[in-house]
């Protein structure tokens, strides 16, 4: 890891709490991380830096909460260059913010004492102040470097000088009443008490305002400063921007005295793929409804179609009103929304009294205008679902419809570095590179879960390191304990790892050898391409569509499924699945079905093989046949998804090529023909030699000798699968053998007789 000389010169020009770091808190660790192990030289001053953007950093995200791990990074950058003056600003930095967690940790308005209170009363709350302050003013002079005694008069010392005196003049004036409890009460001034009770209540906050800008309390920041903190969304945060600025303009036209017959909606479609934020989306507009007081809380109730549901006639409108009164005042969230009306759902789904009861509830005087409705879900479904509802769609105007984009891959790796920071942990470059990895294997299709499985992926590595690993902090160090590795990554890959080589696979089949030859040649290619493709250089296209032609049982499924992890593991395939499928998972029997079943099963296989056999049936003759839709379909869905899908279509040789031929976008497609040829009788001998010791069991020496002539003199129907009836056959009459025998006999052992029984049985079928 190297630093150049202009970031250098940054951080040395760093000398001021007020200013940014030049450096963010993930590249400072690395930085660091990389000179404790002698990976990079660098000077006392810069590192002495280094450290102090840590800690300063760590103080920005643990804001008002004590961090004993910022402490350590100060006095690590004291203990490198001990003249750098920032240190002592992060000293007292460290200080003040300790002192305002002391504050706020109190609620001082409850102790004040009123002129109504009865004297017990009063008595309780002079002995609960007295405990307070006490033990406020002890940690309050000793904690920390008491940086309030030095005789600076920054307003931040003349703030903690006035704590100091406001403890001390409180204890002078409860001195009476700890000389004498019961009539000392009489002799305490309760306006003395409560005017210094104020200032403490006061002094947090007057603390806080003098802290550099990002150190103060979040919990009160702006909704629309949380949503530009947000990453990615620009359109989104530009829409947002704008329809703030709106309500808050048609407020002020309502407060000077116009009136609008069409008030602003604030229902809401909120639809986007898992993991784009859109639930973290709702909860902002419920504080901007709240901030510009067109909702009287900022409560978000969140339900989804098990909330609203019941399973007979009227739980399901008493469950929704119930949820909708929770909602009065705030905004009740629903999470795919859609799922209330289920395609066919018969009359036992009561989804649409839901949604007639939310409608109803929306428009009516008693409820309607005290509460918002947001409405969450895929794209897609969304719209479909919004359309079969016009009822519930004119409640929500077009202008109040969101789409949230899927993040990028950069986005992605920046939430990945945050979800690591908020756990006290920084990724090495090397591990950014296994995370983008990991990332990339996940994005197949519109079940990505974008941020959630992002995060998912960190605290699983998270997880996998802290189970592995231990250590001292007092011999290791503080980085040793927060660095995530490249190969801390290892266990999400291990089972690709451990899994044995798809050529090795293609290699023990028996027979095949031109397959072998085309796919292992192919496999070349990729493989090659893609370090073309590493360097820099010009790559050839891969064409990955294949025709497997050949008869039944000739392995055509089987070298599908090794063909798919090949190109998984060459990086052209995510997942490297095969998704077997026919004529009929793809084909309806009634106009418009034919193509969503179609774009259904191609979902399956995002990210693998859609294996389709038979794939000719596709091909029929006559106009009312929906299997071209189908085919176009595919060819579509090919084009959409790229790289993302692999599909083989199988069949008998002169049926596949007719079936290319009737299609431009099928030819054109299809470039990679793969030729299965009937097993040999030897190979046919092998294959049932191999099926048999699947089961541990063995032919002997007879029945070796009669299949070979059988395979040589007979052709058979079906190669691979006659072998395997062949074979299950032929443990059946051994068992019966035994059986009708009588006697202990080799269990394992399949003789001449039960192998000459079940060639009869199975090509008797035959005829």
Known sequence: MNIDQQTIDNLQAWNDLSHQPPLDETVALRYADAFENNQINLSEETVSKIYSMIAFHRM????????????????????????????????????????????????????FIHETDHQSVKRKKLQLIHEKVEKLEEEWSTGGYSLYRSNSDSQIQVLLKNGQEAFDELLKELEPFLANQMNGVNHVSATTINQWLRKLDSLSHNLESELPEGLQ?????????????????????????????????????????????????????????????????????????????????????????????????????????????????????????????????????????????????????????KFAVILAGYPEEMRQFLWANPGLRSRFPEQNHMTLPNYNLDELVYIGETTALENDYFLTEQSLTNLETAIEKQQVDDTFGNARTVRNIILQTIFQKGATESGDPTETGLLDFMRIEGDDFDPLFDQEKQEESPIHKLERLIGLQPVKDEVKKLSSFVRLQQRRKEEGLPSVPIQLHAVFSGNPGTGKTTVAHIYAQILRNCGLLKRGHVVVASRSDLVAGYVGQTSMKTKKKIREALGGVLFIDEAYALFKSGSNDFGKEAIDTLVDEMTKHNENLVVILAGYKQEMKALIQSNPGLSSRFKKFFHFPDYTADELVDITLYQAKQYQYELNDEAISFLTEQYKQHSVEGNGRFVKNLVDEAIQYQALRIDEADQIDAFHILNKDDVQNAWNAVKGREI
Do not use: C, W
């Not at 950058?77 to 001990?82: C, E, F, G, K, L």
């Not at 793929?273 to 900022?298: F, H, M, S, V």
């Open 217 to 369: 309390d979040q919990t009160e920041k702006n909704p629309l400063s949380q949503l530009d903190d947000m990453v990615g969304l620009d359109e989104i945060k530009s829409y947002i921007h704008r329809y703030y600025h709106y309500l808050k303009y048609q407020q002020q036209r309502k407060n000077i005295g116009f009136h609008m017959n069409d008030e602003p909606e604030l229902h809401m479609i909120i639809t986007g793929n898992p993991g784009t934020g859109k639930t973290t989306l709702a909860r902002l507009l419920a504080n901007i409804y709240y901030d510009l007081g067109l909702l009287d809380t900022k409560e978000v109730i969140e339900v989804n179609r098990s909330h609203l549901v019941g399973s007979y006639v009227g739980q399901t409108e008493e469950n929704t009103m119930n949820y909708v009164q929770q909602a009065i005042g705030g905004i009740l969230f629903i999470d795919e929304a859609y799922s209330l009306k289920r395609e066919g759902q018969s009359g036992n789904d009561y989804g649409q009294a839901a949604i007639d009861t939310l409608v109803s509830a929306m428009t009516s005087k008693e409820y309607g205008d």
């Open 60 to 111: 920005k995200r643990t804001t008002l909460h004590e961090d004993a791990i910022a402490k350590e990074f100060v006095q690590k950058a004291r203990d490198v260059n001990p003249s750098d003056a920032i240190i002592d600003q992060l000293f007292e930095l460290v200080e003040v913010q300790e002192h305002i967690k002391l504050l706020k940790d109190e609620d001082f308005r409850d102790l």
